[in-house]
């Protein structure tokens, strides 16, 4: 009976545990609070509790639905250094409508891909002797470097300032 238990989809399910951090896709880096059990239109379902402390939101995702959602581990070391390696790397500037490249980096962003994120960093990202931005590219770039410095700060186990601060540095020197 024992070995049921063990071999049961309810044990396997947890590649994700209390106290992880994770990455969703929309909304960045939270803290696994744990699991709950709730009834929804009379079907019993197992909940994943994420807290995203930055949005004051709460999250809670069906088990089931945890990896389709988008739902992942934080980058490993390598897969951050690939984002860093975006950052230092010429911006591409694109003469296509603001309206169009704004769609192309909101989606980027929400892909929750660090390596994308790094992107639109680096593309939005202006130095002091280039023309000022407008408001919703100010926005835009904030959005894309507080989403990457989260996930960044705690990889690298500093806080988001800190993070922030390293990866302008990064740009600067490259």
């Known amino acids: 009976m024992v070995e049921d238990v063990e071999k049961s989809p309810m044990t396997k399910k947890n590649e994700f545990n209390t106290g992880d ?15 709950e059990t709730q009834t929804i239109a009379g079907t019993e379902l197992e909940l994943l509790v994420i807290d995203f402390e930055q949005d004051r939101m709460t999250l809670r995702i069906p088990l ?23 950052l230092k790397g010429r911006a ?33 990202r202006r130095s002091s002797n280039q023309a000022e931005q407008s408001y919703s590219e100010r926005q835009m770039y904030q959005a894309a470097i507080d989403r990457l410095a989260r996930e960044f700060a705690k990889i690298e186990k500093i806080d988001e300032e800190a993070a922030i601060d390293r990866l302008e540095k990064l740009m600067d020197a490259a």
Do not use: C
């Open 92 to 124: 591409r500037v694109r003469r296509t409508m603001w309206s169009r490249r704004a769609q192309e980096y909101e989606a980027k962003i929400n892909s929750g891909d660090p390596v994308s994120i790094a992107e639109v960093v680096r593309d939005l």
């Open 21 to 35: 951090f994770v990455v969703y896709p929309t909304h960045g880096v939270g803290l696994i609070k744990g699991t």
């Open 64 to 86: 089931t639905k945890a990896k389709t959602s988008g739902l992942r581990r934080l980058s490993s070391r390598k897969q951050m250094d690939a984002a860093i390696a975006k």
